[in-house]
């Protein structure tokens, strides 16, 4: 059964900066959206697939590994690897898809949850690259850091050595791009009540 989360009530948990260095994240597909019928396999898992494939029997599919890392306070760190299998498909495809991001902090799970929008683009155009970006974050938690209120905040994909919340991928080819993310200090009380209200 496909799990479907909604956006919760943030709740602020409490930490120090120690069990910041010793952080294990993974992230499995809760959802998708997609423009015509058809099967999107994996929904609930870290990998999706779809479309009717044109060459070696290939779908298209998105890929999530997580990692063992370190979040430093306003520092960009390493949440995971992005792989976008990008072969030739007909019929239809997914237009969003929507990742479960676990956070797991000293043994307790912080969930995320990360839209990635996908254009599609028509296999025989001068341009066939695929677009996937991440134009937003919805974190159920905030963290209280030392008498401080921190966010998750998800920087983008590395790619061509900066940072950006488009991923251009060629066709034909598995794409992969490091996904960045920072804890960011909340900006003033207002908005720590906002993001509290949301």
């Known amino acids: 059964k496909a ?7 943030p709740t602020v948990i409490s930490l120090n900066t120690d ?3 010793n952080i294990t994240t993974s992230g499995i597909w809760t959802s998708v959206k997609k423009d015509g019928q058809g099967v999107v396999s ?7 697939s779809w479309g009717n494939p044109t060459i070696n029997n290939k779908q ?3 890929v999530f590994a997580g990692t063992d890392t370190s979040l430093g306070l306003d520092e960009d760190e390493l949440l ?6 990008n072969f030739p498909i007909t019929d239809y495809s997914i237009t969003e898809a929507n990742l479960a991001l676990d956070l797991n902090i000293g043994g307790s ?6 839209s990635f929008k996908h254009e599609e683009t028509p296999n025989d155009s001068s341009h066939p690259e695929d677009i996937v970006s991440i134009p937003s974050i919805y974190s159920t938690e905030l963290f209280d850091i030392n008498g401080e209120i921190y966010k998750l905040v998800v920087s983008g994909f590395h790619q061509n050595d900066h940072l950006t919340n488009e991923f251009i991928t060629e066709e034909n080819m598995a794409n992969s791009a490091k996904i960045y993310g920072r804890l960011e200090k909340v900006d003033g009380k207002k908005e720590c009540q906002n993001l509290l209200l949301v």
């Open 3 to 9: 799990l479907n989360p909604k956006p919760q009530t």
């Open 80 to 85: 995971g690897t992005f792989t976008h299998n």
């Open 109 to 114: 799970s912080h969930l995320f949850n990360l």
């Open 42 to 48: 994996g929904i609930g898992t870290n990998e999706i």
């Open 60 to 62: 298209s599919s998105y």
């Open 19 to 21: 069990d910041l260095l």
